[in-house]
């Protein structure tokens, strides 16, 4: 069973490893659209998909993976937006979880961006 | 929506949107008195009677990115065509609370769903609200309520990795107790 002794050891451990993790400047960020239209189109999935995988990497520092509304173009969802600082934003479209794991190591990591799901990609 | 739990993540966006820093979600099932109930209560900026009335028409909506807001129509529907009730109650100021009941035998009755896997995701999305969520079956209830988890954490995000870890693997448990599973 699940104790609350246990999250006391979660928060001892992550206290001592603090000022590691917090506010990291440089973080990319990954958007993935939760508005109805979003949430409709399987965007639950998707993001789940790009938690699992960036915690599988031990990337939960340098990438945060968070919500947002919907952005007008509700006919491409799941749509997904990666920010990296210092970059232009790219929009991933029609987003499954079995494409998660390659946006995460090409362009996340790599830097390579994944043409084919993007929005321009998927609009050709 | 396929489930849901999908409506209740996407009608639970409306109190993230209304600046509650309180949003309590409760689902109580019998299958004894042959129902569903979800309501989902925030402590937001509320709404006047005029604009209750209008959220339920899919042509209404706030923002500016599309002409149509078919989250609460859908959630209303859903409960609807079970043969169950939908309702909204508002205050400005106060915070709104949105209830549907259903008729769980209903043949157009949508699954639940992954209820747990929303409330980990509201959860982790916003760590800045507090979140307490009920479930109550035939068998039991249980629930979580983040303002006892901070409490603990003092000052530790609940976005923490495994903070979530926690949490998700806390409402498995619970959740396996209340539906009267593998005795753990």
Redesign the interface.
Known sequence: MKSLAELKAIRDRAKASLDLRKENPNAARVLVGMATCGIAAGARPVLNAFTEEIQKRGLTDSITVTQTGCIGICQYEPVVEVEIPGEEKVTYVKMTPEKVARVVNDHLVNKNVVTEYTIGGYTK | ?RELS?NV??VA?NSV?AEADLVTITVTESDKDDLLSISIADNGCGMTEEQVSQVIDPFFTT?T??KV???VP?FKLSAEQTGGSFDIVSQVGKGTRTTANYVKSHVDMTPLGDIN??VC?LI??NPGIDFVFTHTTDKGSFTLDTRE?RE??????LD????IE?IT??LE?QTQIIYGGAE?
């Open positions: 929506m999908l993540m996407d966006q949107r923002r990115t599309r807001g078919l989250g859908l896997s929303t995701i982790r999305c988890l603990v954490l003092q000052g530790v995000s923490t990795p495994d903070v926690w693997q806390y448990e753990l």
